[in-house]
Nanobody, 125 residues
Framework: QVQLVESGGGVVRAGGSLRLSCAAS????????MAWFRQAPGQEREFVAAISWSGQSTRYADSVKGRFTISRDNAKYTVYLQMNSLKPEDTAVYYC??????????????????WGQGTQVTVSS
């Protein structure tokens, strides 16, 4: 069992930065691949970034590549999403997710076993 709690969301102007954190409980965290997804009003939840259990492999959606960075600290049971050069279209609720298949950095929602409650990110123009 893995419980996930996101934090770090807020309101920022276009071009600004935010860092999201996802704190995990449960001994399986260090063996789980982790990901961030987001969901804007009226839209489906979409993949943002993923990282393998070791941190050695990462994957990004084309829309955030070069602007967002996913990282993890297994000693702190935490995964991060550094978001730079934010755009109004990045506005969404951001969710953290865990995949117990730690080497698989999937982009499909169905691959993930546990989800957090989400944190709101609003980017104003």
């Amino acid at each position: 069992q893995v419980q996930l709690v996101e934090s770090g969301g807020g309101v920022v102007r276009a071009g600004g930065s935010l860092r999201l954190s996802c704190a995990a409980s449960g001994r399986t965290f260090s063996r789980s691949a982790m990901a961030w997804f987001r969901q804007a009003p009226g839209q489906e939840r979409e993949f943002v970034a993923a990282i393998s259990w070791s941190g050695q492999s990462t994957r990004y959606a084309d829309s955030v590549k070069g602007r967002f960075t996913i990282s993890r600290d297994n000693a702190k049971y935490t995964v991060y999403l550094q978001m730079n050069s934010l755009k109004p279209e990045d506005t969404a609720v951001y969710y953290c997710a865990a995949n117990l298949e730690g080497a698989v950095i999937a982009a499909r929602l169905a691959e993930y076993d546990y989800w957090g409650q989400g944190t709101q990110v609003t980017v104003s123009s």
